[in-house]
């Protein structure tokens, strides 16, 4: 598994340089004055690039949840901007991350997710134990040959209110330090005791950035999301070294549609302010955390090719809400909610893509005042995008 090395140099057509910091000062200056992007940073293959290498090798991101693989040999294989991995149990009980790759040939391992005694590749029938030993490898009688230098590839992996974390080469600072202030923000919500109960998969064509743009401002629903949700007003809450929160208060929650019946449980123990209050948690690079008052859902937007994402959309409740008799039927309006408010993001978030690709887009605009973890998100890029090489 393996990523672009380094940013390259690459010179535009009008002749400036694509990662000159002085293209990017008016992204710098404050909210008030401060501009947004530059169009190619959504298109250039080599801004792209240097993403995947700077940005999603070096961070911690978010690839699901503990309780998706609760028991020995379970797994999970999942997308990320580096490529497919494997969420694993182990017999010991710790869940490892390793990439979906076979060492011999490369081939992919699993799909999907499933319970083993061990892996076995498809292709030539190396077997890997539930630690990512290499156990087998038949006919290989190669001169030297050490079973113990051709284990699966691990990768870091870190543990948050159980949601589960990898990287390549991720920052020393782990999701427990950067995320912090929010753990304590949202503590009465007991994150790390629910089970996740539905979890969705789905190409977009734009690029990750606008899905997640789209998702940490509140400018949009007036217009965008007339027809579900309507318009939905925010503060800052919270924010953290790779984290910003927006909070909304709203009493009932915001888990269906207008005119729909929350029909979850309230979460048991939640403090009085998580009741009448809906949060909405910007989690860098890539993911967006929103809590509510009967369950949390997380948004991930994660690079698929030149000018896509996929995006993941998962939901968790407490474990007595999902043990209900009758949860299917009570989640089912929360699902709709969900689903007609992605469908409307969708169409405007591919618009802008394919008007950008088309034709490179206007110099870009101001950030609105609700748009501060749009402009936020941008400099903590921009960060790790313009750092100087090691």
């Known amino acids: 598994m393996s990523v672009p090395n380094g940013t390259p140099n690459r010179t535009m057509a009008d002749g400036a340089v694509l990662f000159d910091p002085a293209r990017f000062a008016p992204v710098r200056g404050p909210l008030g004055r401060a501009r ?8 250039d293959p080599a801004f792209r690039a240097a993403e995947l290498h700077r940005v999603f090798a070096a961070s911690w991101n978010l690839v ?10 379970d797994y999970r294989a999942v997308h990320t901007a580096f490529g497919s991995i494997l969420l694993l149990r182990g017999e010991d009980g710790a869940v490892r991350a390793f990439a979906n790759t076979c060492r011999h040939r490369g081939t992919r391992l699993a799909e999907g997710a499933g319970n083993v005694a061990s892996l076995v590749c498809p292709h030539h029938g190396w077997t890997y134990g539930l630690d990512g030993r290499l156990t087998a490898a038949p006919g290989i009688a190669a001169r030297g040959f050490t079973p113990r230098d051709y284990g699966l590839t691990a990768l870091p992996i870190a543990i948050w209110q159980g949601f589960l974390f990898v990287g390549i080469e991720p920052s020393a600072e782990g999701p427990e330090a950067a995320f912090q202030d929010l753990a304590t923000l949202l503590a009465s919500h007991r994150l790390d005791e629910m089970v996740c109960v539905h979890r969705v998969e789905r190409r977009v064509a734009c690029d990750w950035k606008i899905a997640l743009e789209n998702g940490v401002e509140d400018y949009h629903t007036a217009t965008v999301h007339a027809g579900s949700i309507g318009l939905q007003r925010h503060r800052l ?27 979850l449980p309230v979460i048991p123990g939640l403090s009085a302010p998580a009741r009448r209050a809906s949060y909405f948690a910007a989690l860098f690079p890539s993911t967006i955390l929103n809590c509510t008052r009967d369950s949390a859902w997380w948004l991930s937007a994660l690079p698929d090719g030149p000018g896509a994402c996929r995006i993941v959309l998962g939901a968790c409740v407490p474990a007595t809400s999902a043990a209900a008799p009758d949860f299917d039927t009570r989640i089912a309006p929360y699902l709709r909610r969900w689903n007609a408010a992605l469908e409307e993001d969708v169409a405007i978030m591919e618009s802008r893509q394919a008007n950008l690709m088309a034709n490179g887009g206007s110099a870009a605009g101001p950030f609105a005042p609700s748009e501060i973890l749009v402009h936020r998100f941008a400099n903590w890029l921009l960060d790790r995008i313009l750092a100087p090489s090691p």
């Not at 947004?36 to 298109?43: E, K, Q, S």
């Open 237 to 263: 809450a919270s924010l953290g070294p790779a984290y910003g929160a927006m909070v909304m208060e709203r009493a009932g929650g915001i888990g269906t549609l207008p005119g729909e019946a929350a029909g």
């Open 64 to 73: 699901g949840r503990a309780d998706e693989v609760p028991s020995p040999g």
């Open 36 to 43: 947004g992007l530059p169009a190619d940073c959504y298109t």
